[in-house]
C-alpha cells in the first residue's frame, strides 16, 4: 500500500487549518483551526512511522495529543477570560495594543 | 516459553542518569512542589513559602549545575565534552551547561522582581484575583481583602524547567515537549497584571494564538524530518543528511518549518510581530523574565538544532537565515524609533539584539578554523546572550519603578525629565542603555564585538557591515531616550520613582554592575563561553 495518498492528505489538512488560522475572526474557531494542524502532523507522523517500519513516530503521536490537550486547558482558560471581559470571542476586537 | 516471557526477557529497563539531570529535577520537582503548598498551605503563609522555595531551587539547581559541569568528561576529542543522558534524549555537554547556568543566574533576577510588593502597595504586581473581571465588584472585593496569585512562582518555575529542557533535548520530541513546557506557563503569567488589565489580557491571548500557530508549524517541521532521516534523535538525522539519504524535499520543507517555529520564539523577523505587543501588556516582571530567560533558551535549542542535526545542510539553511537576519535588524531597529512606549521600545530592541544574535549563528566560524585566542561562533553567541540578558532584565526592572498615579508610566512622554527628578535611576537606566546600544566599556560592546568578529572570520561580511550599520540606527534611539532623560523639562506634574523594596534594587543593582563588569573584564565569562567547548554529538 502506498504511503503518498497519506502524506497528501496530512497535507491538505494541514494547510486547511493553516488557512484558517489566518482568516477566521472568533478565536474558538482559530484555536480548532491550530488543532487540526496538530492533527495533520500526526498523521504525517503516523504515515512515516509505517513507512520507516519503526514505532518512533507512533510515540510522538501520542505526546501531540498529550500537549494539544494541555494546550487546550491554557487556551480556552485565556479565551474564556477575554470573552468574559469584552462579551466577544472575536480576535479583531481585541485590539488596543498596536503600532 | 510463552510471549509475554519473550517479551519481558527482552525488555531492558532505561537508564537515567539522576547525577547528571539533577539541575532539571531540582527545578521541576520545585515547580510541584510549589503546586502542593498552593492546594494545601494557608493563604497568609504562601507568599513567603512560594518565594522562599523557588529561590532555594533556582539556587540548588545552580550549584547542582556548577557540579555537573565540573564533572563533565571528554568526549570524541575536540573540545567537546558531556555526556548524553535519558536514553539520547538530553544531552548534558558545555553549552547546554552554560546555557543552564544563564538561564538560571538570569531566572534567580526575575524571581526577586516577581516577588516585589513595595511597588504596589504591599501586595505582588499580579492580579489579585484573576478570575475577577476588570472594573467589577469582584475585582473591588479582591483588591481590598488583598488577595494575590502566589501561583506565579511555579508557573515560573515550569517555564524555567522547559527552559533547561528546551536547549539540552537532543532528539526533535523532547524538544517539542520543551518547547510547550516553557511556552503554557508563559501564556497564562502574561494575562495576569494587576493593573491595565485589558493590555494584559490582549497580550495572553496574541501571545497564546500565535505560539500554538507557531508549534503547529514546528511539530509538522518535525513530522518531515522524521519521514527523511525515519529517527528523532539529532545524531541519526546529521547522519541521514550527511548520507543524503534521499528524499531532500521532506528534509528541506522540514528545516524550513522547524525554522518557523524556532525564529518565532526567539522574535525574528517577519515572525515578530507578537513581540511587542507581548511586552507592553505583560506585567514588566514577566517581561523582564520572558524577554530575557525565553531568548537565551531559544537560541541555545536553534544553535543545537541547525548546528548538530542540520549541520551537514548548512548551504541550504544559510541563505535563509541571512535573508532572516538582515530582516530582523531592519525592522528591529527602525520600527523602535517611532516607538512612544518604553516597554515597546525596548521589545523592538530585543527584536534587534535577535539579528545580531542570528548575525554570529550564521557566521559560523568552526572549531577548525578557529586561531589561537579567537572562539567560535558558537561561543560569541553563548556571550552575548549572556550580556543581553544582565542588561534588559535590568532595564525592565528600572520600567517598574517609574511610576505615576496609573501604575507604571510606560509612555515615553512621562519619563521626559526623569533627570532632574531621579538623577541614580535616570543615570542607570542612560547606562544600561549605552549598553544596549553597545558603546565601548559596557557588556553590550564586547557581545556585539564577539558576534561580528566571529561572523567576519566566518565570511559573513555584508551581514557584519549591515549590522554594525543598524547597530547606528539602533543606538539613535536609545540616545533619544537618554536626551529625553536629561534635556527635557517634565510634561505637567513629571514623573515620580517610587522607592522598591530591596528586591527589585538588587536586581537593578546586578544588572547594572553585569553591565559594566562585562563591558571593562570581559575575559572570565569570554573564557567560560570558551571553556563550554562545542556540542557533543
Known amino acids: ?99 | 516459553m510463552s510471549s509475554a516471557a519473550v517479551l519481558a526477557a527482552e525488555f531492558q529497563a532505561p537508564s537515567f542518569e539522576y547525577s547528571l539531570l539533577s539541575p532539571l529535577l531540582v527545578i521541576f520537582g520545585v515547580a510541584i512542589t510549589g503546586v502542593l503548598v498552593e492546594a494545601f498551605a494557608p493563604r497568609g503563609s504562601r507568599y513567603l513559602l512560594q518565594a522562599v522555595l523557588a529561590v532555594l531551587g533556582v539556587v540548588g539547581a545552580l550549584v547542582a549545575t556548577v557540579i555537573v559541569g565540573l564533572n563533565l568528561v571528554s568526549r570524541g576529542g575536540g573540545t567537546a565534552h558531556g555526556s548524553i543522558a535519558a536514553e539520547g534524549a538530553i544531552a548534558v555537554d558545555g553549552p547546554s551547561i552554560f546555557i543552564w547556568g544563564t538561564v538560571l543566574v538570569l531566572s534567580l533576577v526575575s524571581v526577586l522582581l516577581f516577588a516585589e510588593r513595595r511597588l504596589e502597595g504591599g501586595v505582588l504586581s499580579f492580579a489579585g484575583q484573576a478570575a475577577a473581571l476588570p472594573g467589577t465588584e469582584a475585582e473591588r472585593e479582591a483588591s481590598t481583602r488583598g488577595l494575590e496569585h502566589t501561583e506565579v512562582f511555579p508557573l515560573m518555575m515550569f517555564a524555567v524547567g522547559g527552559m533547561m529542557l528546551f536547549p539540552a533535548s537532543n532528539d526533535l520530541l523532547t524538544m517539542f515537549v520543551a518547547l510547550e513546557v516553557l511556552s503554557l506557563p508563559l501564556y497564562l503569567l502574561c494575562g495576569l497584571a494587576r493593573r491595565r488589565r485589558l493590555l494584559s489580557q490582549e497580550a495572553a491571548l496574541k501571545y497564546f494564538m500565535l505560539g500554538a500557530f507557531s508549534s503547529g508549524f514546528f511539530i509538522y517541521g518535525i513530522a518531515l524530518v522524521y519521514g527523511y532521516a525515519g529517527s528523532m534523535n539529532f545524531a541519526a538525522i546529521s547522519a541521514a543528511v550527511s548520507g543524503r539519504a534521499g528524499g531532500e524535499g521532506l528534509l528541506l520543507g522540514g528545516i524550513a518549518l522547524l525554522a518557523v517555529g524556532m525564529m518565532f520564539k526567539v522574535g525574528a523577523a517577519p515572525f515578530h510581530a507578537w513581540t511587542p505587543d507581548v511586552y507592553q501588556g505583560a506585567p514588566t516582571a514577566v517581561t523582564a523574565f520572558m524577554a530575557a530567560c525565553t531568548k537565551v533558551a531559544a537560541f541555545g535549542a536553534l544553535l543545537r538544532l541547525f548546528y548538530v542535526a542540520f549541520g551537514g545542510a548548512r548551504w541550504d539553511w544559510t541563505p535563509m537565515v541571512w535573508v532572516i537576519a538582515i530582516l530582523t535588524m531592519v525592522v528591529g531597529s527602525v520600527l523602535a524609533l517611532s516607538q512612544t512606549d518604553v516597554k515597546r521600545m525596548l521589545a523592538y530592541s530585543s527584536i534587534a539584539h535577535a539579528g545580531f544574535l542570528l548575525t554570529g549563528f550564521v557566521g559560523a566560524q568552526q572549531v577548525a578554523d578557529v586561531g589561537i585566542g579567537e572562539i567560535t561562533s558558537l561561543q560569541a553567541v553563548l556571550f552575548y546572550l549572556v550580556t543581553y540578558g544582565f542588561t534588559t532584565v535590568a532595564a525592565f526592572a528600572v520600567v517598574t519603578v517609574v511610576r505615576d498615579a496609573g501604575g507604571e508610566a510606560t509612555h515615553l512622554s512621562r519619563w521626559s525629565g526623569l533627570g532632574k527628578e531621579s538623577p541614580v535611576v535616570a543615570g542607570v537606566f542612560a547606562v544600561l542603555l549605552l549598553g544596549m546600544a553597545g558603546i565601548p566599556l559596557t557588556s553590550g560592546f564586547t557581545g556585539k564585538w564577539a558576534v561580528f568578529t566571529t561572523a567576519l572570520a566566518g565570511g559573513a561580511w555584508p551581514l557584519v557591515v549591515t549590522a554594525v550599520l543598524f547597530s547606528v540606527v539602533a543606538a539613535f534611539f536609545y540616545v533619544r531616550v537618554i536626551v529625553l532623560m536629561y534635556f527635557s523639562d517634565p510634561v505637567g506634574e513629571g514623573p515620580t520613582v517610587a522607592t522598591p523594596s530591596i528586591l527589585t534594587t538588587i536586581v537593578i543593582a546586578v544588572g547594572f554592575a553585569a553591565t559594566l563588569a562585562l563591558g571593562v573584564v570581559p575575559g572570565p565569562v569570554l573564557d567560560l563561553a570558551a571553556a563550554a567547548g562545542e556540542f557533543i554529538r
Do not use: W
Open chain 1, 1 to 99: 500500500m502506498s504511503e503518498t495518498p497519506f502524506i497528501v492528505l496530512s497535507a491538505i489538512l494541514f494547510t486547511i487549518g493553516c488557512v484558517g488560522v489566518l482568516t477566521r475572526r472568533n478565536a474558538i474557531v482559530v484555536f480548532m483551526c491550530v488543532e487540526l494542524m496538530l492533527n495533520a502532523s500526526n498523521l504525517a507522523l503516523i504515515t512515516f512511522a509505517r513507512v520507516h517500519g519503526n514505532l518512533d513516530g507512533q510515540v510522538a503521536a501520542f505526546f501531540v495529543m498529550v500537549v494539544a490537550a494541555a494546550e487546550v486547558v491554557v487556551g480556552l482558560a485565556i479565551i474564556m477570560t477575554i470573552f468574559r471581559t469584552r462579551r466577544s470571542a472575536s480576535v479583531d476586537d481585541a485590539s488596543l495594543l498596536k503600532y
